[in-house]
């Protein structure tokens, strides 16, 4: 039995997809399963609730070999250590007490970072307290997903501008959420693994934000350019969103870092690198979005 949580998220859903079909039984846990395909719905078991809540790991988690693990974007969190490790508190008691043996969970870059990165930070504290359980674990170490992208859409459609407190000449690692979702199940569908380590999901090429734009340039076939903003204001337009104050700064503590080469840290290698590119991630996604 694999247990999937955020089953109607953006890589929730894709990990889904990838494992339907396997031939091995799966359960989600979903808040509002009406949000599940209707197809997803006739062919899984399916656990009402949230996944912070212990008495619906508990029940999700009963005769389970493996987890899908992934704390949902809490922008109202009063600080980055309960968005992340508070939240997988109640699945930690409920691995050890159902005796669950591998998971593998959505996590980051930066394991040996030198200070705060902020969310990157809280999200490798996740990862230590899952292994203090004991069980297998293995941490999908990533970069910025190449679908963050998507939340600028309505600049790039009408202002043919995207912004970020990145610099725009820094190349760095980035991935496709669909990488990361078959790497996920590769690993849940996989029970030769044992033991904790982390696994990084670096797309195929470091590319800087000017790249990027130049990129999304050719492919939509209109001019886009790349604005770095100042920390102050990005912090500002996070909250000026209904961020919390300490999310928001945790949000700009790891654009900071990673402007510092946070996510330059692990070195690329074949096993580690993942087939989407930009180009093709832009063609294939970010095209039809700005189209529609
Ligand atoms: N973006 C990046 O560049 C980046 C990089 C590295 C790591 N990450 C990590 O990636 C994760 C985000 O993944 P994603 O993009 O797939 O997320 P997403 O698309 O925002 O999906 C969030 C999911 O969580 C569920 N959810 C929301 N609030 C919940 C709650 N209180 N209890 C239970 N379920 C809840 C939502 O389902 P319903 O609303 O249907 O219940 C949805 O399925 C985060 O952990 C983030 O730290 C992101």
């Known amino acids: 039995m694999i247990v999937v949580t955020t089953p109607t998220g953006t890589i929730g859903r894709q990990v889904l997809e990838n494992l339907q079909g396997s031939g091995e039984p799966i359960r989600v846990i979903a808040r509002d399963p009406s949000r599940l395909p209707s197809y997803t719905r006739e062919r899984v078991e399916v656990v009402q609730g949230s996944h912070g809540d212990i008495d619906i790991v508990n029940q999700a988690f009963a005769d389970a070999d493996s987890v899908f693990w992934l704390v949902p974007p809490d922008f109202h969190a009063e600080s980055v250590e309960a968005a992340y490790v508070d939240f997988t508190q109640p699945a930690c008691d409920a691995l050890q007490s159902q005796g669950v043996r591998r998971v593998v969970g959505v996590s980051a870059l930066g394991r040996g970072w030198h200070r705060n990165a902020g969310l990157v930070s809280a ?7 899952i292994a203090s359980t004991g069980v297998s674990y293995r941490a999908l170490a990533m970069p910025s997903f190449m679908d963050n992208i998507l939340r600028q ?3 790039i459609k009408n202002q043919g501008m995207f912004f970020s407190p990145l610099s725009g000449d820094r190349k760095l690692p980035t991935c496709a959420t669909r990488d990361i979702a078959a790497v996920a199940a590769k690993l849940l569908l996989d029970s030769s693994w044992s033991g904790q380590d982390s696994v990084p999901v670096l797309g195929p090429e470091d590319l800087s ?6 990129i999304m340039s050719e492919v939509l076939g209109k001019p886009v350019r790349f604005q770095q903003i100042p920390g102050d204001a990005f912090k500002a337009g996070l909250t000026g969103f209904g961020m919390s104050e300490a999310m928001a700064q945790g949000t700009l503590d790891m654009m900071v870092a990673k402007n510092e080469g946070l996510d330059n840290a692990e070195p690329r290698t074949p096993q580690f690198t993942t087939p989407t590119s930009f180009r093709q991630w832009c063609e294939e996604v970010l095209k039809p979005a700005v189209l529609s």
């Open 209 to 214: 934000l000017n790249d990027m734009a130049q």
């Open 153 to 155: 859409v309505e600049p």
């Open 123 to 129: 999200s490798l504290a996740m990862d230590d307290l």
